[in-house]
């Protein structure tokens, strides 16, 4: 006689069913979902993202509506133009991204990071594009310099700006100086007949000019002018060289004007700041275009001339370019239909006369409505004057550590070390991290 079969009871069953029924669901679902993609049509639309950091607010409005202007003409390719932070907060975001194969399509940041991206492999070249576009010819072409590395173009320039020396006239009439100062030495003298006891305490409330302390980067933007106008350099055949006769020269010289007592200090990174300027307490200071509007702003006098010079006159470019990261053949075609839009006489015309930048095309800058707004803006002439002599900081890879360490010895020099050597202890320290 047989046994009778025993089922399985229910509490063993369920284990088995349930692994069952989300296998035959999870097949199902898969069908759906393959069956789903085969009959949806490719998206028409290339979207492209974009990374920047442009400030302040009002000039990152005016952007904005730039980009939604080329999105609305190009309904097949639409920018995402996200902000990411101050540039001083981007740069461990933007590695991140890289390493981790999440870059944004396209990347707004200073050219100084060049090298870094190359080294990296994460950016597009630009030159084939660009020698086949008619725009070439009509970029300025002292920011080449900005955009060339290792014999390519990693980069477009997106609008373009350098450094001068803003001053009060009212306060030069009332110590009696005619014309603005055109070399060191006229700057030195400058800068000593300002430095005044006003109220008559026995204690100096007018300086001369106000000078930038501190190692960061708006530091080195601000001295290596007078280094490179004193015939130096802070790298040479792709290696760190600070301990040359310019630069030499360049600290000897702030510290000249430290030591004569004619200068106020910034408080560390805050060289920037332009507030003694408006109220009176300097009557001299370097910074650039963008303060512009708030000066005008403040209902006080100023004026503009170019930095004095030593051996030849000079200023550093500033501004940022956009670089085309590594991407699909879709997305690098649309992209480079939206650089193209950045360097064009309707973009560049429109972001200078509503910020102040300068325009990178030659043509908008000759264009008669660039002109009407320099009649009205005519300051700015001395910054667009100023581009025959400007010249890029170095695009390295290991520019961080080059720029910081010429601030470290900016600083030091500022606070009484002998310029040569605190450029020797830079020098030491970069040798150390550049070693092989």
Known sequence: MKPPVRWPSRARLRPWLIFGLITLVSALLGLVSCQSTLDRPPDPVTHLTLWQGIGPPPNRDVFDALVQRFNDSHPDIQVE?????HPDQQIPKILTAIVGNAAPDILWYSPTLTGQLVELEALEPLEDWLNQSPIQAQLDPALLETMAFEDHLWSIPFGANNTAVFYRPSLFQQAGIATPPRTW????????????DTNGDGRVDQHGMFLSLGKGEWNVFVWLPFVYSAGGWLQR???ADL?????????EFAQTLVQDGSVLLSPPERGFEVDNFLTGKV??????PWTLAQMQGAGIDFDVFPLPQDQQPATVLGGENFFLCRTSPKKRQAALEFLAYILSPEFQLDWATQTGFLPVNLAVRESPAYQAFLAENPLLRVFIDQ??????RPLVPGYAYLSENFGRAMEATLLGEDPETALAQAQTRLDLIFSP
Request: net charge positive.
């Open 237 to 239: 055949e792709g290696r």
């Open 243 to 251: 301990v040359n006769p310019g630069a030499i020269a360049a600290l």
């Open 81 to 85: 133009s996200l902000y990411v932070g």
């Open 185 to 196: 030495e006229e700057l030195r003298q400058v800068a000593r007949a300002l430095t005044q």
């Open 387 to 392: 581009m025959a002599a400007a010249r890029s």
């Open 283 to 288: 009557a001299m200071q370097i910074t650039g």
